[in-house]
């Protein structure tokens, strides 16, 4: 695919990744056609790992860090590594200082620290304390602070059925209360947000201060009152976590 692209263009290609197939000699070499890959690193310790990364069984943290190790030997372009910080898991002094120690054996061009900004697939995943960003910059020594990526202008084409485009979109990509109103205005279906949530379809949650729009994932379950199947609450149209 990354070769295809060059064929017909000389814009830069840039591949996002989790890192988990990259102790693979044939992955490493199929993104040595790259610009820049930026890879997730979100833990220094199996442990942390497998708790907020969850990774398919057999790939470890050792594996995983080996494998890329050895494509930011090889890679020939850009390496940026992505850290998202993750309240009460990853963000203690401890943790931070496993994520340098192995930031520090990849050597990569760029660190970008994250923290959650919209709502995750887990009601136990917050944004850490606001004193946690300052010290993984000391820890780290280097990085940028990624914030507010909340924000910003959402385009989309409605499809055939704006509805299902609308609930495509926010499955995959929570959008603010103010996206989803300025996206469905540029569709002509100015009411459409509040339709959906009014049949049930979607729901408001409220996560870092802002509020977001997401599909109903889950029915109630049976005998668990108003609880989601997926254990959070739902009550008048909102999920609370």
Request: aromatic content about 6%; charged content about 25%.
């Amino acid at each position: 695919l990354i070769r295809g692209i060059r064929q017909g263009s000389s814009i830069p290609v840039a591949v996002v990744t989790n890192g988990s197939l990259l102790s693979r000699k044939d992955v490493r070499q199929d993104l040595e056609a790259a610009d820049i890959v930026l890879c997730h690193l979100d833990a220094g310790n199996d442990r942390t790992m497998q708790a907020i990364n969850r990774p398919n069984q057999g790939i470890d943290f050792a594996t995983l860090l080996n494998g890329i190790i050895e494509f930011r030997r090889e890679f020939k372009g850009h390496f940026w590594i992505q850290v998202t910080l993750i309240d009460g898991i990853n963000d203690s002094s401890e943790e931070l200082a496993d994520i340098a120690e192995a930031i520090e054996a990849i050597r990569p061009h760029k660190i970008f620290l994250l923290t959650p900004t919209r709502p995750p697939a887990e009601a136990w995943v917050r944004p850490p304390a606001r004193a946690a960003l300052p010290m993984a910059l000391t820890l780290l020594k280097r990085g940028e602070i990624l914030d507010d990526r909340a924000d910003g202008k959402v385009e989309a084409p409605a499809g055939s059925d704006s509805r299902e485009s609308l609930v495509t979109l926010a499955r995959r990509f929570p959008l603010t209360s103010g996206q989803a109103r300025e996206l469905t205005n540029s569709w002509n279906e100015a009411g459409l947000p509040a339709k959906l949530v009014q049949e049930g379809v979607m729901c408001e949650s409220d996560f870092a201060g802002r509020r977001f729009l997401v599909p109903v994932r889950s029915v109630q379950s049976p005998g668990k009152g108003n609880k989601m199947a997926d254990g959070r609450e739902y009550k008048n149209n909102q999920l609370i976590f």
